[in-house]
Every structure is written in C-alpha cells, then in structure tokens.
T-cell receptor, first 113, second 112 residues
Framework: GESVGLHLPTLSVQEGDNSIINCAYS??????FIWYKQESGKGPQFIID?????DKRQGQRVTVLLNKTVKHLSLQIAATQPGDSAVYFC????????????FGQGTELSVKP | GAGVSQSPSNKVTEKGKDVELRCDPI?????LYWYRQSLGQGLEFLIY????????KSGLPSDRFSAERTGGSVSTLTIQRTQQEDSAVYLC??????????FGPGTRLTVL
C-alpha cells in the first residue's frame, strides 16, 4: 500500500525471539513483492522476494508469507538478533511499469539484548 | 563490484536555490530509479530511466523537479527553486532491465 503518516509502527522484541512484520497492499494485480531492510543512514537492502504464484518462501532465518485473498504479506525473522534492528519495508514491484516499486509504510524493529 | 553511489551524501541549501543530485548506477544496469524518503515516511517513487529515456515521470512532485541520464549510466536529479518541503533523503536504485533494484546510500537534502 501507499505510505502515509508521520510515525512508523514499531515492533520491539527480545533477542532470540521470532519477529513477525506485517504489510498490506492495495493492488490485487500485483504479482511480485519484495522485502527491504533499511538501517539508519543507509539505503534499503534486499532481504527476500516472492511472486504471486507462491504463498511462502524461505531464506536464511527469514520467511515471507503471501495471502492474496486478503492482500497481505508478512516477514518472519527467526531468532532475532541485535543486527536485525532496522526499518523493514515491503514493496510491490510493478513490472509492467518498468519495475517501479511502491513501498509500504515500514515497520521499525527494535531488538533488545 | 561497486554498488550504487550517490553524491553528495549531504546537501544543505537555502530556500530558492537550485540543487543537483548525482547517481552512479551499478555498471551494466540498464534501469535507474529515483525515490524520495521524507522524515518518518516511506519511500516515494519519483522517476525511472530505461537507458537514457524516462518512460515514467509520474512521481515528480512538481515542474521544479527534473532528471536526466546520459550514456546509459550517470543520472542527475535537479531541483530548482528549492522549498523547505523538498527536504528529504533522495535515493537512487539501479537494476538490470526491471529486475531486482539495488539502492545507493542516498543524499540527505536540507533546505533552510
């Protein structure tokens, strides 16, 4: 979905716990989604992607779930570490529009040691 | 290899002045994108290039904003007569065709 608002949602977890970050999107025709991680003062960094013909994809310590029925994505981080502290964005990739990305609002993940 | 680079990393300017922001994409990447990130906001698409042409300029906020790309490589985003609401981090990304985008570190623009 589009990004609106002055304050990012925040998720605070204990080191070692699992984290779940959620994202809603608006375009039912979207077929490719990407999660990015942004640390302070840096550009977004690719984490994992998923195409609409899948409902789950796993990476190293991360899993993305896609529910097309309710237009919802989630990013699960296993055994969260202090280095995971960052802002996480989901993005829709509009491949028929040159691949431009439409980003969600973002969630700030804070990991307590 | 080198990633996407942007310059300057920080720019402070006075209201009404023009600024130029530069992006050097990853070598061989055909597509280049500009995004803006205002304080506490998500990332907002501005414009993208395929080669030297810009098929989609729909995100440019006003006619004070323009961008060009030369030689299928470096791109410059120009903001004329800057306003305080232009203060933001301007991010550039590049990709091969419309594939995975790699982002630069951004230019933080502050308009006083």
């Amino acid at each position: 979905g589009e990004s609106v608002g002055l304050h990012l949602p925040t998720l605070s977890v204990q080191e070692g716990d699992n984290s779940i970050i959620n994202c809603a999107y608006s375009n039912s025709a979207s077929d490719y989604f990407i999660w990015y991680k942004q640390e302070s003062g840096k550009g977004p960094q690719f984490i994992i992607d998923i195409r609409s013909n899948m409902d789950k994809r796993q990476g190293q310590r991360v899993t993305v779930l896609l529910n097309k029925t309710v237009k919802h994505l989630s990013l699960q981080i296993a055994a969260t570490q202090p280095g995971d502290s960052a802002v996480y964005f989901c993005a829709e990739n509009f491949r028929n529009q040159g691949g431009k990305l439409i980003f969600g609002q973002g969630t700030e993940l804070s990991v307590k040691p | 290899g080198a990633g996407v680079s942007q310059s300057p990393s920080n720019k402070v300017t006075e209201k009404g002045k023009d600024v130029e922001l530069r992006c050097d994409p990853i070598s061989g990447h055909t597509a280049l994108y500009w995004y803006r990130q205002s304080l506490g906001q998500g990332l907002e698409f501005l414009i993208y290039f395929q080669g030297n042409s810009a098929p989609d300029k729909s995100g440019l906020p006003s006619d004070r904003f323009s961008a060009e790309r030369t030689g299928g490589s470096v791109s410059t985003l120009t903001i004329q007569r800057t306003q305080q609401e232009d203060s933001a981090v301007y991010l550039c990304a590049s990709s091969f065709l419309a594939g995975l985008q790699y982002f630069g570190p951004g230019t933080r623009l502050t308009v006083l």
